[in-house]
């Protein structure tokens, strides 16, 4: 149990220091820049992820389940400027149409202890059980991303942006494994913010904190999903 209280203070910490750090990039960034549209069009990266959902908890007459899980992903990202930049001020920017392929998907349920509550057996009032643990495998296809890079008045090494979108998840196992009969295919809606870092004039290095929405849409005769997974990235773009 202090090993898993080790590794949540650990998210919160990684939680924290993202954010801030994303917050400082949005507002601490503004200089005299170049428009992104000069010399990048084409976007072409790789990526590697990890997160959790914060508030993971299933609930029936006699269980009360805590859930701990872990996902970890890596993917490829190709991204098209789709217009010049607009706007004006700090919102100045450009649009970007992504596609998003992660072959490699991964959500790993730690062993764990979970509550049970007996109320159909007179005499016996509560315990605990053991449980897991288990590790699902799948492939995500993210095609529908819109991002907005903020490109008005900032320096040409660092450009903020936020995205919107959502695309497939297909799994090994029904997904998640608590609530029900689930469904091997789920929907997975998000939003995000990021910061591409150029650390050559067509290099850089991005750093992504997303929240996505994870749900089957009644696909299976049980959709538990999960209504928030944070995560967090860290790739390396090409752009053309």
């Not at 917050?23 to 960034?29: D, E, G, K, Q």
Request: with cysteine; proline share 5%.
């Amino acid at each position: 149990m202090t090993s898993e209280r080790t590794r949540h203070c650990a998210w919160r910490h990684l939680i924290a220091v993202v954010s801030l750090a994303v917050t400082a990039s949005l507002i601490n960034h503004y200089g005299n820049a170049q428009e992104l549209s000069t010399h990048r069009t084409w976007q072409i990266g790789a990526f590697a992820a990890g997160g959790f959902p914060p508030a993971y908890e299933l609930h029936s007459p006699s269980v009360y389940y805590g859930v701990q899980l872990d996902l970890l992903n890596a993917g490829a990202q190709i991204g098209k400027m789709l217009s010049a930049p607009r706007g004006s001020g700090i919102l100045r920017g450009q649009g970007e149409g992504i596609v998003e392929v992660m072959p490699f998907w991964l959500a790993h349920y730690p062993l764990q202890k979970h509550y049970i509550h007996f109320v159909q057996y007179p005499g016996e009032t509560s315990g605990y059980s053991l449980w897991g643990p288990y590790s699902i495998h799948g492939v995500s296809v993210t095609p529908l991303l819109y991002r907005w890079n903020f490109t008005g008045r900032l320096s040409g090494r660092s450009v903020p942006w936020a995205q919107l979108g959502g695309g497939l998840l297909w799994t090994n196992h029904k997904f998640p494994l608590l609530g029900g009969d689930t469904s091997v295919i789920n929907f997975t809606p998000q939003v995000g913010v990021g910061e591409n870092i150029f650390i050559r004039r067509n290099r850089s290095l991005d750093f992504a904190m997303k929240a996505v929405h994870i749900s089957n849409a009644s696909l299976g005769d049980n959709n538990p999903g999960l209504n928030v997974t944070l995560q967090f990235s860290a790739g390396y773009s090409w752009w053309k």
